[in-house]
T-cell receptor
Framework: GEDVEQSLFLSVREGDSSVINCTYTDSSSTYLYWYKQEPGAGLQLLTYIFSNMDMKQDQRLTVLLNKKDKHLSLRIADTQTGDSAIYFCAETRSYKYIFGTGTRLKVLA | SAVISQKPSRDICQRGTSLTIQCQVDSQVTMMFWYRQQPGQSLTLIATANQGSEATYESGFVIDKFPISRPNLTFSTLTVSNMSPEDSSIYLC????????????FGPGTRLTVT
């Protein structure tokens, strides 16, 4: 299909790891992104991965890319209550960003 | 990264009226983008605005409904015309990072409610 798909909700306990999954559509996407949106705020760029990479680690964030399956994941280690937000993956088609449906992460204290 | 501000941050408008949203960036950028985020939904690109040329609209969006101005390299406006309740959304502008066209940065958004 044409949509970039994500599961709608994820709930984890504080201190656990969170894994947010994304299935994208365009195998020619050069970069794939993860954004965070807190309530009432715009989107914050968290990290991105170049399409020739399988993994990228940035402090508590680990991005895994499976190009064969067009699957992208974001792992957040030691999840904190401040990580509660909506997380969007995005792929690029030409110069345009196509955003996923968003995953609402709830962190339980 | 770029620092982006939007005005107003939120507004409640009556149907049939128009609202102009302003987007200001702290550095010169070539491309600016306008997105709509309907309640509980993802972001949809409305148009791309380059300075000195007409905006390029995505399928489903037209200039008469969403006129855009781009008078210089740090500023753009989006007007939502003849509003209806279906236009109630968050409107966000974004820009590409300086020297890194693969990063896109977003403003805080304008939350519009049409009654």
């Amino acid at each position: 299909g044409e949509d970039v798909e994500q599961s709608l909700f994820l709930s984890v306990r504080e201190g656990d790891s969170s894994v947010i999954n994304c299935t994208y559509t365009d195998s020619s996407s050069t970069y794939l992104y993860w954004y965070k949106q807190e309530p009432g705020a715009g989107l914050q760029l968290l990290t991105y991965i170049f399409s020739n990479m399988d993994m990228k680690q940035d402090q508590r964030l680990t991005v895994l890319l499976n190009k064969k399956d067009k699957h992208l994941s974001l792992r957040i280690a030691d999840t904190q209550t401040g990580d509660s937000a909506i997380y969007f993956c995005a792929e690029t088609r030409s110069y345009k960003y196509i955003f996923g449906t968003g995953t609402r992460l709830k962190v339980l204290a | 990264s770029a620092v982006i501000s939007q005005k107003p941050s939120r507004d409640i408008c009556q149907r049939g009226t128009s609202l102009t949203i302003q987007c200001q960036v702290d550095s010169q950028v070539t491309m600016m983008f306008w997105y709509r985020q309907q309640p509980g939904q993802s972001l949809t690109l409305i148009a791309t605005a380059n300075q000195g040329s007409e905006a390029t609209y995505e399928s489903g969006f037209v200039i008469d409904k969403f006129p855009i101005s781009r008078p210089n390299l740090t500023f753009s406006t989006l007007t939502v015309s003849n509003m209806s309740p279906e236009d109630s959304s968050i409107y966000l502008c974004s820009v590409e990072g300086q020297g890194t066209s693969y990063e896109q940065y977003f403003g805080p958004g304008t939350r519009l409610t049409v009654t």
